[in-house]
């Protein structure tokens, strides 16, 4: 195993919009930050958002790519260290060090966690095979390949009502399947497409295969109304779009600092951890709000949290 730079004051993991507001105010702070990002370049799931912003100040009208860009562009401005194509592959939190891939160690005297989420999968056949093929996870990038054709959408929350009224906007025929009878989409998104006439919604309703040759052509689902014996249905569909919700990418650390129930990592109001000189912040941290405004705010409070307590360690 080999070392990588010199220790530095503040060590972050993620280089997400959390973790980058985390590296500036480190910066500014005079800690010398050094951030490891595991992507080829910086930005999160900015990466993999293409609606345009409309409520972070500054940033309207922008797609996530470009705001990743215009960060990293801040960080070399000012300076700020980082690596991309970090993948972190060991923690210990307790002595503020990583691993890179099982090879270069990096030490901190003050640990920053900026791990951020990845979009939930069923693992149902099918799902990974067909990525890309009539799998998606954006209808906003993707809504122009389904004009005229069928696709199913399987989730209950506010992405998934609205990946429902996108797509019937761009003239696809959709229908939605939501494992329950209950929603927990927004009454704003719920009532449009609960009522809508041409939005077909299956309550109850289980996908359990994606199906075809080349791409896409059929989804099998297992429907179980209450009171009523399992049965399965076939819709042919072109596209199928998965609306899930996140899960925190968290597993790194589990075992040296608290999580709760859905590994979502527990801070204070100011993101120290269980562990003292740790800190978190962003997504992983389950945020009331999740949005760049609080990932910025929540980066910059736990670099200014970890400068008081390095500055207390010295006294």
């Given amino acids: 195993m080999t070392s990588g730079d010199d220790q530095s004051d503040l060590l972050i993991v993620g280089g997400g919009p959390a973790g980058i507001a985390a590296a500036l105010w480190g910066k500014r702070l005079g800690l010398n930050p050094l951030l490891l990002e595991a992507g080829p370049q910086l930005g999160g799931q900015l990466l993999r958002s293409y609606n345009q912003s409309v409520d972070c100040p500054g940033f309207y009208g922008l797609v996530g790519a470009d705001i990743a860009e215009r960060l990293t562009t801040h960080l070399l401005r000012e300076g700020v260290r980082f690596q991309v194509n970090a993948l972190v592959t060991q923690a210990d939190c307790a002595a503020k060090t990583v691993i890179v891939r099982g090879e270069t160690a990096f030490c901190g005297r003050a640990l920053i966690l900026a791990l951020g989420v990845r979009k939930r999968r069923l693992g149902v056949p099918g799902e990974r095979e067909f990525a890309g093929r009539g799998v998606s996870s954006s209808a906003t990038r993707d809504k122009g390949k389904y004009v005229g054709r069928e696709v199913l959408i399987v989730g209950g ?71 009523e014996s399992p049965r399965q249905m076939t ?69 200014k949290a970890a400068f008081d307590w390095l500055a207390f360690q010295k006294r």
């Avoid at 449009?192 to 006439?197: A, D, E, G, S």
Wanted: with cysteine; proline share 6%; net charge negative.
């Fill in 157 to 227: 929350g506010d992405g998934a009502f609205e990946e429902a009224l996108m797509l019937d906007e761009a003239g696809a025929r959709v229908t939605l399947a939501h494992r329950s009878g209950t929603f927990r989409a927004r009454p704003l998104y719920r009532d449009r497409v609960l009522t809508h006439p041409r939005i077909r919604v299956l309550t109850h309703a289980c996908l359990v295969a994606i199906e075809g040759k080349a791409v896409v052509e059929r989804a099998r689902l297992e429907v179980s109304p209450p009171g």
């Fill in 235 to 303: 819709l042919p569909v072109a596209g199928v779009f998965l609306a899930l919700g996140v899960t925190p990418d968290t597993a790194l650390v589990a075992g040296q600092v608290e999580r709760d129930a859905d590994g979502y990592l527990a801070t204070d109001r100011h993101g120290a951890t269980s562990c003292p000189g740790v800190w978190a912040c962003g997504d992983t941290t389950r945020p009331l709000l999740s949005s760049l405004s609080t990932a910025f705010g929540d980066g910059a409070t736990a670099a």
